[in-house]
Antibody
Framework: QVQLVESGGGLVKPGGSLRLSCAASGFIFSDYYMTWIRQAPGKGLQWLSYISSSGSTILYADSVKGRFTISRDNAKNSLFLQMNSLRAEDTAVYYC??????????WGQGTFVTVSS | DIQMTQSPSTLSASVGERVTITCRASESISRWLAWYQQKPGKAPKLLIYKASTLESGVPSRFSGSGSGTDFTLTISSLQPDDFATYYCQQYDSFPRTFGGGTKVEIK
């Protein structure tokens, strides 16, 4: 069965960096585009970034462009999100999701990132 | 960016009631709309895509309709397991955007 497992969240100071990982299993990872989506405490869902199946096309939300970098390793069935220059407003649960024609039919359980001094 | 507006933000209903949630897009998105259900502490779960297509395994009491800018999610007979927050999402263009959510509470 399809599984997405995020890791790498934690407490980081403002201005710091964190690298999130998403381990995929149960499907041919290299066949699917992937996405990161976050949810601040008590708030709604925010799309952050997209990477095509080959990694050749990458898109970002304006709020994270220039600070976050999405990447993938198809040989290791893994998705990554490098987050730099973190701010308090980046505090959220971060989900990786498998996309299908624009919507998301599989989500990980999420990893929590807290940005605080 | 396409703005997605959901209403109401909170809805109180009883088991067995018919519930309707509305989602409005700031510009036409054809039928490129999905609905998700989220329970506290859990990831969202896909319910409906392409405005009205039920995801496999989702109970038939859920239905979606609409096109262009106005969409609805209907639960024909609310069940105890349906108390949750519901989000719409457009996938007509990037950045993908979500509605603010509708929390369905027990009356």
């Amino acid at each position: 069965q399809v599984q997405l497992v995020e890791s790498g969240g934690g407490l980081v100071k403002p201005g710091g960096s964190l690298r999130l990982s998403c381990a995929a299993s149960g499907f041919i990872f290299s066949d699917y585009y992937m996405t990161w989506i976050r949810q601040a405490p008590g708030k709604g869902l925010q799309w952050l970034s997209y990477i095509s199946s080959s990694g050749s096309t990458i898109l970002y939300a304006d709020s994270v462009k220039g600070r976050f970098t999405i990447s993938r390793d198809n040989a290791k069935n893994s998705l990554f999100l490098q987050m730099n220059s973190l701010r308090a407003e980046d505090t959220a649960v971060y989900y990786c999701a498998r996309g299908l024609n624009g919507y998301y039919n599989y989500w990980g359980q999420g990893t929590f990132v807290t940005v605080s001094s | 960016d396409i703005q997605m507006t959901q209403s109401p933000s909170t809805l109180s209903a009883s088991v067995g009631e018919r519930v309707t949630i509305t989602c409005r897009a700031s510009e036409s998105i054809s039928r490129w709309l999905a609905w998700y259900q989220q329970k506290p502490g859990k990831a969202p779960k896909l319910l409906i895509y392409k405005a009205s297509t039920l995801e496999s395994g989702v109970p038939s009491r859920f239905s979606g309709s609409g096109s262009g800018t106005d969409f609805t999610l209907t639960i024909s007979s609310l069940q105890p397991d349906d108390f949750a927050t519901y989000y719409c999402q457009q996938y007509d263009s990037f950045p993908r955007t979500f509605g603010g959510g509708t929390k369905v509470e027990i009356k």
